[in-house]
């Protein structure tokens, strides 16, 4: 026997029972502070990722929006009587130099014949001057262009330049005909790339001065357009976790930069707007690991420490109650038993003998009864968890783990299923129309209308927005039939107006994509790929229809 076994046998019963307790209560309480501690990090994290994503978001948005805005105002320019009818220089140039008045963005303003030379131009830069082979003309002589941005090659020494910073444009050309149809010239705009630079101080400075956030732009090919001065120009399309060009959904990852600093790093890319058709740039929002994470260590920090408090308050508890615990162990140690056989808190007898012993069944009874409440209260957190808050349907992280349980029920019942898209169609307009409260309202009956048309064991859920996901099961003969049937419900109901507050009526359709398991995929994930992109498809094709996958 070792010495510390013929230790412990020395002690006597009471004292390994005080031993046990205070390091059962101890070892306890700190497993479920660490766990409390590792969920809730989890979810900070998140909820920072998300933000930084969401802060590139809205800075591409806002670039999108102001290129939109000049694309149209180059577009109005065809109308104006002087590009139409009057040739004169003077009057062609007092017509784009108002133009440039009203707004600070548009460095340069020109139009040139058919063969390229300029004949009138703002400030009279470049006139008489062929720019027959720069883009801007090539370009813009076949139809509306927007060119990416660039470095002033003839207009860097002759416009103004406070700054001593080298210039960079990004250019706008369209033709224009007469009214015949006939090439009159091309309209070329040079926008000052200083707006980007403003948009990105406007929205992020105060941001980044608390936080130490930073806003870069990159073009298409991953160079930096704008950012901080070390990495202007530089190409980072190595990055690893930069968004493919037909990726335009905001995510955010913690990316490894070139100088080894891990930073979170949101992303967006530009998918246009309107009648700017987009350049591919994309923003990113990044914020070193230490700064971002900094609240989530604070939290795991605290929790901890509470955590190991309480520890020691309960183990100091149970030492105390187990040193005047002298009754007989054994019926609770039975009753014990039987908890964990399955049997309810009850079954602890309450023991009269003394009062210490009445106190600790009792408190037995308590404690477990506040473990199976937490545990209920816990489920319904899971609940929560699973379930869209505005419509009660579940949501995307529920459908993931329904999918994860239901692919091997289908398959032992040799079933197949139908992955059904959903999304609304004239949703954004009842949005902008009648107010965000009315599109709430709108979304709750549109959730139970998708439910009513469910049969049972089926499941819809909201992915986000407007924005739903039906899976059924059927044999695989009946895929088709079933597809086409239940498609035809949802048409009928959702098209049915929607009675809002005010006595006001609202009217959306909807745009159905399917695909079916296993038969266009043997991955659930490529299934649900497929429905989305047979979405698009309906979207395409004029909506408010269904558009089933076609191999």
């Not at 009445?358 to 209260?377: A, E, F, I, P, Y």
Request: net charge negative; proline share 5%; with cysteine.
């Amino acid at each position: 026997m070792s010495a510390d076994a013929w230790l412990f046998a020395r002690f006597s019963l009471r004292s390994r029972f005080i031993v046990l307790i205070a390091s059962l209560v101890f070892a306890t309480t700190l497993l479920l502070g660490w766990v409390a501690s590792r969920e809730s990090a989890q979810q900070m994290e998140d909820n920072i990722g998300n933000a930084a994503a969401e802060a590139a978001y809205q800075m591409i948005d806002k670039l999108d929006r102001n290129m939109d805005a000049r694309v149209k105002e180059v577009k109005l320019l065809l109308g104006m009587h002087a590009l139409s009818v009057d040739t004169s220089p003077n009057a062609l140039r007092e017509q784009l130099e108002r133009l440039q008045d009203n707004h600070n963005v548009v460095s340069w303003i020109g139009f040139t014949d058919p063969e390229g030379t300029v004949q009138a131009a703002t400030g009279g830069i470049l006139e008489d001057v062929s720019i027959a082979q720069r883009p801007v003309f090539i370009e813009g002589r076949e139809a509306l262009w927007v060119g990416d941005v660039h470095e002033a090659v003839l207009l860097a020494q002759l416009l103004p330049n406070p700054s001593g910073e080298e210039l960079k444009f990004v250019d706008i050309a369209t033709p224009v005909y007469d009214r015949n149809e006939k090439l009159q010239g091309v309209l070329a705009v040079h926008l000052s790339w200083e707006w980007a630079e403003y948009i990105q101080q406007s929205m992020f400075a105060p941001t980044q001065q608390r936080q130490d956030a930073e806003m870069l732009l990159f073009s298409a090919n991953g160079t930096v357009l704008l950012g901080p001065e070390e990495l202007l120009g530089k190409s980072l399309d190595s990055l690893e976790h930069l968004p493919s060009p037909t990726n335009t959904s905001p995510q955010w990852a913690i990316e490894t930069w070139p100088n080894g600093e891990q930073f979170v790093t949101g992303y967006a890319r530009s998918s246009g707007f309107e009648d700017f058709p987009g350049l591919g740039w994309v923003a990113v929002s990044r914020k070193p690991v230490a700064t971002a994470f900094a609240p989530v260590e604070e939290l795991q920090a605290a929790i901890m420490g509470i955590g190991i408090l309480l520890a020691l308050l309960f183990a100091m508890i149970g030492w105390v109650i187990a040193s005047r615990m002298v009754s007989p162990l054994t019926r609770l140690a039975s009753a014990a038993d039987q908890i964990q056989g399955g049997e309810q808190a009850d079954c602890i007898p309450l023991e009269n003998g003394s009062p210490e012993m009445k106190r600790l069944s009792t408190s037995m009874r308590n404690m477990v009864g506040r473990l199976l409440d937490q545990r209920q209260k816990i489920n319904r957190l899971e609940d929560l968890a699973n379930t869209d808050p505005l419509t009660s349907l579940p949501n995307r992280a529920f459908l993931n783990q329904y999918l994860q349980l239901a692919i091997p029920e289908a398959e032992r019942n040799q079933q197949s299923m139908v992955v059904m898209y959903i999304d609304l169609d004239g949703f954004k307009q009842v949005n902008d129309e009648l107010g965000h409260h009315a599109g709430d309202l709108l979304l709750i009956e549109i959730s139970q209308r998708l439910k009513n048309a469910l049969r049972s064991g089926d499941v819809v859920a909201r992915m986000g927005g407007d924005e739903f996901v039906m899976v059924l099961k059927t044999k695989q003969e009946y895929l088709e039939m079933l597809t086409h049937e239940v498609s035809r419900r949802l048409l009928t109901a959702i098209a049915q107006p929607i009675l809002l507050p005010e006595n006001k009526r609202a009217h959306v359709g909807c745009s159905l994509g399917a695909a079916w398991w296993p038969r266009h995929g043997l991955h659930i994930d490529t299934v649900l790929q497929l429905a989305d992109n047979a979405l698009y498809a309906a979207k395409s094709k004029g909506k408010h229809q269904l558009v089933i996958h076609k191999p």
